[in-house]
């Protein structure tokens, strides 16, 4: 399996892949730059999501939001930002690739000119919003805060989320966001895709009239950082809910690392459907836990596997981690079956097929192209991308689950109802998150 791809590098370092597709008359247009909010610093966070909002307000020469006139044009966009990379996309008619690629272009070179005090002000307070209903009002919200502020420490660019402090944005200054910008958002720094409906020379030709003239800025480098834990640890977190929730959190190999993709066959067989091992016996057997979900979440500098489930009315989270702790060891003991190794991997390439089924949008073949790209420089890293999965079996797994989860410490998230502290794993420590 694979996607056919040319690549090209432009003096001013930017990536150029292109991809043919001529049975739709639609090109996906879908740029990202390696920058997420990793590459912010403590006490400075949340700079990475906010240019996010920031580069949809206009630049120079169109000074008004991005979505209008690609939208006018028949085009579907977004854009999004994780720890590790933003990206940006549109999917729009052929006849309009030289507007995509005109706006693009655009608020690549040309975005500062037109960032103002009043623009950062308001999206600033969008963020702030955004924060409030994603993550303060929402139940269990929270949680994802105390976890990764205790498995990584403050100095380590995953200590934090990525929508950020607010105490960081509300101090952040209209110049430390031009700088951030100076740093990260510019040719050397990023991987355009053009894939669907084009011919690749024509394609390279416009990708080098539109963007060739930006000038490259500075090597990002890599950033240098370590997580580790001597011992497990235990917190309490307070919430608006009803119901007990356990996390349990390791740290784990980062994406495309050996033991990665060992870890993902792991979480499914452990509680991927009804059939899975944890939900069959602690949801729908005997009744302990509502729910049971498992998420190897690889990560470019480093990678966590995470356990989550909500404790049934009667029961108690020392019972699930009870139920949890057998199941992992019975995996880490035996590895999953013939059976269960089939069924995890055939999930494992129907994703892989699902992600490539249309050349645009989040996790189309534009999107697959440019990850590999990024993170492996190589956007022909499909094949070997899938023989990691192919390549599993019951033994590898089983390894996988008992270096990384049985052997090591983790770090527990006992989130409870406001009052009900006793209802936390024994010997956790209360944190408030704000």
């Known amino acids: 399996m694979q996607i056919p791809f040319e690549k090209h590098v432009l003096g001013n370092g930017l990536s150029v892949v292109t991809h043919e597709d001529h049975r739709c008359p639609i090109v996906a247009v879908n740029l990202w730059y390696h920058v997420g909010s990793k590459n912010e610093q403590p006490g400075r966070t949340g700079f990475a999501h906010l240019f996010e909002h920031l580069m949809f307000e206009g630049s120079e020469h169109y000074d008004h939001g991005f979505f209008q006139p690609l939208q006018q044009a028949g085009a579907v966009l977004n854009g999004s930002t994780n720890t590790d990379r933003t990206n940006y996309w549109e999917v729009v008619p052929t006849s309009s690739l030289?507007?995509?690629?005109?706006?693009?272009?655009?608020?690549?070179?040309?975005?500062?000119?037109?960032?103002?005090?009043?623009?950062?002000?308001?999206?600033?307070?969008?963020?702030?919003?955004?924060?409030?209903?994603?993550?303060?009002?929402?139940?269990?919200?929270?949680?994802?805060?105390?976890?990764?502020?205790?498995?990584?420490?403050?100095?380590?660019?995953?200590?934090?989320?990525?929508?950020?402090?607010?105490?960081?944005?509300?101090?952040?200054?209209?110049?430390?966001?031009?700088?951030?910008?100076?740093?990260?958002?510019?040719?050397?720094?990023?991987?355009?895709?053009?894939?669907?409906?084009?011919?690749?020379?024509?394609?390279?030709?416009?990708?080098?009239g539109y963007f060739g003239s930006i000038p490259a800025g500075p090597a990002a480098g890599p950033i240098s950082c370590t997580a580790g834990l001597v011992s497990e640890i235990r917190v309490v977190l307070e919430d608006a809910v009803e119901l007990p929730r356990l996390y349990l959190t390791w740290l784990s190999p980062s994406i495309f690392a050996p033991g990665d993709a060992d870890l993902d066959l792991a979480a499914d067989v452990l509680a991927e459907g009804k059939s899975s091992r944890l939900y069959e016996e602690m949801v729908y057997r005997k009744r302990f836990a509502t729910d049971v979900a498992a998420l190897q979440q690889s990560r470019e500098l480093s990678g966590f596997f995470q356990l989550v489930s909500t404790a049934a009315p009667g029961h108690t989270l020392t019972e699930l981690d009870e139920m949890i702790t057998a199941g992992l060891a019975r995996v880490a003991a035996d590895g999953p079956s013939a059976s269960e190794l089939e069924r995890s991997l055939a999930q494992a390439e129907a994703q892989f097929i699902y992600r490539v089924q249309t050349v645009g949008g989040f996790g189309g073949k534009s999107d697959q192209l440019n990850q590999y790209n990024i993170f492996v420089g190589d956007p022909g890293f499909f094949d070997r991308d899938l023989a990691r999965y192919r390549s599993a079996t019951p033994a590898t797994v089983a390894e996988a689950v008992s270096s990384f989860l049985v052997r090591a410490p983790r770090v527990a998230v006992s989130v409870v109802p406001r009052g009900r502290l006793d209802l936390a794993l024994a010997g956790s420590t209360k944190v408030v998150c704000s």
Do not use: C
């Open 98 to 208: 030289e507007l995509a690629l005109w706006m693009e272009s655009d608020r690549m070179g040309f975005l500062l000119p037109a960032l103002t005090e009043e623009k950062f002000r308001n999206q600033r307070d969008v963020v702030l919003n955004e924060r409030r209903q994603n993550y303060e009002n929402r139940p269990y919200g929270m949680a994802s805060m105390a976890i990764v502020a205790a498995l990584f420490p403050p100095d380590h660019p995953y200590h934090w989320l990525t929508i950020g402090s607010p105490e960081d944005l509300r101090a952040a200054s209209l110049d430390d966001v031009r700088a951030f910008f100076a740093r990260y958002y510019h040719p050397a720094n990023a991987s355009l895709v053009l894939a669907g409906d084009i011919d690749t020379a024509e394609a390279l030709r416009l990708a080098d």
